[in-house]
């Protein structure tokens, strides 16, 4: 079965900190997808990347940079110089292979992030 | 903005009543998917449908049913409800190509049903 854990559930910074949200899931497929989503306040589901099991190369996005490592089935987000406009839930998930039909996602709980100003 | 909406945004009912909810998927995408995420959750997998047809079904009972249209909007039933299907439920959008998914997903802004 599948399984996302979010082991922190709120973190509280101050604008302009680097922050890590972590994300560990647990699979049996050799193909996978994972993905992070940012929940804001009006309820709807933001996405911000998409990596597949096969690429493990970092990635960033401006603020934002994806650590992926399936040695240690982790797939952590650092928003570095945070802003007040970051604070959200992130939502990190796993989906099943490519080749199948469903686009079923499996969630993590959340991480609920506050940054003040 | 995603184009994927969702009506109503808000309701209530009693326990046992009926609720359809209704979700307009985005332009050019074929498939709708149905996500319950209740408070302080993620969001659960209930289904997915394409052409028109349920494909892909999450651990929820019977009376939560759906139906996709020829235009790819979708509703969601749920029949006599229960306290705890109080929750937001989000509708996504993706497609679907040569049997193949992306699974990339795009949301609603959901609908929040509490049930009294």
């Known amino acids: 079965a599948q399984k996302v854990t979010q082991a922190q559930t709120e973190i509280s910074v101050v604008e302009k900190e680097d922050v890590t949200l972590d994300c560990v899931y647990e699979t049996r497929d050799t193909t996978y997808y994972l993905f992070w989503y940012k929940q804001p306040p009006s309820g709807e589901l933001v996405f911000l990347i998409r990596?597949?099991?096969?690429?493990?190369q970092n990635e960033i996005s401006g603020r934002y940079s994806w650590n992926f490592q399936k040695s240690t089935s982790s797939f952590n987000f650092t928003i570095t110089a945070s802003q007040v406009v970051d604070s959200a839930v992130y939502f990190c998930?796993?989906?099943?292979?490519?080749?199948?039909?469903?686009?079923?996602?499996?969630f993590g709980k959340g991480i609920t992030l506050s940054v003040r100003p | 903005e995603t184009g994927v909406t969702q009506s109503p945004t808000h309701l209530i009912k009693t326990r046992g009543q009926q609720v359809t909810l209704r979700c307009s998927s985005q332009s050019g995408h074929n498939t709708v998917s149905w996500y319950q995420q209740a408070l302080g959750q993620g969001p659960q997998f209930i289904f997915q449908?394409?052409?028109?047809?349920?494909?892909g079904r999450g651990n929820f009972p019977p009376r939560f049913s759906g139906l996709q249209f020829p235009n790819y909007s979708s509703e969601l039933n749920v029949n006599a409800l229960e306290l705890d299907d109080s929750a937001l439920y989000l509708c996504a959008s993706s497609h679907r190509l040569a049997g193949a998914h992306t699974g990339e997903l795009f949301f609603g802004e959901g609908s929040r049903l509490t049930v009294l």
């Open positions: 449908y394409y052409r028109e047809e349920e494909n």
């Open positions: 998930a796993l989906s099943e292979g490519f080749t199948g039909a469903n686009s079923k996602l499996t």
């Open positions: 990596r597949n099991s096969f690429d493990e």
